[in-house]
């Protein structure tokens, strides 16, 4: 079992930047991908960014593209979503998440998840 805890979620003004950092315990995440997912009140949750705990190979949607940074720092079992010049659209619930399926921008039937932190972008 997999547990993962979200933080760094807040209230910041268009063109702000914001760190979120997803810390996981337990087993081990080799083999797996790690990433986040958002999910804006009235929408559905979309695919923002994943990263293989293995390699470190890294996956983008492309509204995050050039925007966002994910990285990780397996010493500290911690996964990071360094989020520049953010736009009210982006503000959403986000959710860290663990399983191979984000490689492919998958959003259900993750094997493992966060509480959710929220990111508020006023303009």
């Known amino acids: 079992q997999v547990q993962l805890v979200e933080s760094g979620g807040g209230l910041v003004q268009a063109g702000a930047s914001l760190r979120l950092s997803c810390a996981a315990s337990?087993?081990?995440?080799?083999?797996?991908?790690m990433g986040w997912c958002r999910q804006a009140p009235g929408k559905n949750r979309e695919f923002v960014a994943a990263?293989?705990?293995?390699?470190?190979?890294?996956y983008y949607a492309d509204s995050v593209k050039g925007r966002f940074t994910i990285s990780r720092d397996n010493t500290k079992n911690t996964v990071y979503l360094q989020m520049n010049s953010l736009k009210p659209e982006d503000t959403a619930v986000y959710y860290c998440a663990a399983d191979l399926g984000l490689q492919t921008g998958r959003t259900s039937g993750l094997e493992f998840w966060g509480q959710g932190t929220q990111v508020t972008v006023s303009s």
């Open positions: 337990g087993r081990t995440l080799s083999g797996y991908a």
């Open positions: 990263i293989m705990w293995s390699g470190g190979r890294t």
